[in-house]
Structures are given as C-alpha cells and as structure tokens.
C-alpha cells in the first residue's frame, strides 16, 4: 500500500532564503507525482506535475524533481516570499490505478 | 483550460439531516471525478472516484454515498450526517493525468 510522508511537517524561515520541501513515497511503481499549494480555507492549487519518465520540472522559482528508485520528490523554492506563505503537499498516482495519494504537507511561512 | 464548481461553499447541519454536494466541471470532457475529506490539520481522505457516468468506485465504507448522473456533473450525498463527517470536502478532476481541485465545501455538523 503507497504511503506517502512529507518532511517538515511545518517550517518558518526569513524572506529571500532558498528552501527544500520534502516528499517521500514507498511504492516506486507511480505514474507521476504532483506538488500542490494550498492557502487556508481553499481548495489546492497545482503548482507542478512530473511523470514518472521525468528527473525535475521548473516552473518560475519553483523547482520539483524526482527520483524513483528512492521514492524521492523535492520541491525547491528560490528567492522565498511572504506570498509562497502555504501549505504544500505532494501527491503520487500510483500505476495502474485512479489514485493519488497524499502526504499531510508542509506548512510553510515566510517572513517578511 | 477547466474550471471545476463546488457548493454550497459552507454549510451547516444538524446530526441526521441529510447531505448533498454538488461538482460541475467546465472545460473538459470524460474527465476522473474524485471526492476528498480533509479534516482539521490532516491529509487529503479520498472518497469516492468515477471514471464515466454511473460509474463510482467507494473508497472508504461509511455512511456518504456519491453519484455522477452527467460526464460533468458529481454529487456527494448522505441521508444522515454523523459529527465525524464534518470537515472540508474537496472535488478533483483529472485531465491528462494532472488534478484539479475545486474551491471546497466546509461542512460543520453540529
């Protein structure tokens, strides 16, 4: 069964720093993994996909890469902001089925 | 690109009373449909899933059930609520493997 962590569950850091948001997964066999954002009290907001056949997708700042073999996905955010202040989650879709699985997110504050 | 609607956007409910949420998605055809529970500080739950109309595939045994009567239409229903099922309702579609959620549906039952 795909059990999917996310580490740390919450992190504070000062605005312009770089940060690494992690993701882990323990079934390999995933059709592709997908970042989301979510402010409080909305719904997620995707942010990047990666299909399996992919190692890192960029979009702006953001940065997620992945490595199968070791059940591994990264979110990378440069230059952080007081607006990328969210929770962050990650999801698998695990191969040959509808589901994704979620990890419970990072909770992420930026301070001006 | 698509857009998927959710309301009621809040709702409140008394123990028993019966539940129905309503999904619409515009901008795509013979999408995935997916329910999701979120409760206070805790992962996304998944539900229910459909794959074409009529077609529902129940995650968890409970006391919800869910319907899609249209390929773009999905509908979570109850005929009586338990204070467990409040929490934040999400509905998803798929399109080319990536999901899109819906603004959600907070629902407290007191």
């Known amino acids: 069964k795909q059990e999917v962590t996310q580490i740390p569950a919450a992190l504070s850091v000062p605005e312009g720093e770089n940060l690494v948001l992690n993701c882990s997964f323990t079934d390999s066999a995933i059709y592709n993994l997908q970042w989301f954002r979510q402010d409080p009290g909305k719904g997620l907001t995707s942010l990047l996909l990666?299909?399996?056949?992919?190692r890192e997708q960029t979009s702006g700042r953001l940065n997620a890469s992945l490595d199968k073999s070791s059940g591994r996905s990264t979110l990378y955010i440069a230059a952080s902001q007081p607006g990328d202040s969210a929770t962050y989650l990650c999801?698998?879709?695990?191969?040959?089925?509808?589901?994704?699985?979620f990890g419970t997110g990072t909770r992420l504050k930026v301070l001006a | 690109s698509q857009t998927i609607h959710q309301w009621p956007a809040t709702l409140v409910q008394p123990v028993g009373s019966p539940l129905s949420l309503e999904c619409t998605v515009e901008g795509t055809s013979n999408p995935n449909l997916y329910w999701y529970r979120q409760a206070a500080g805790r992962g996304l739950q998944l539900l229910f899933y459909s794959v074409g109309i009529g077609q529902i595939s129940s995650e968890v045994p409970q006391n919800l059930s869910a319907s899609r009567p249209q390929d773009r239409q999905f509908i979570l229903s109850s005929k009586k609520l338990l204070l467990s099922d409040s929490g934040f309702y999400l509905c998803a579609c798929t399109t080319s493997y990536e999901q899109y959620f819906g603004p959600g549906t907070r629902l407290t039952v007191t």
């Open positions: 999801a698998a879709h695990d191969s040959g089925t509808y589901k994704y699985i």
């Open positions: 990666i299909q399996s056949s992919q």
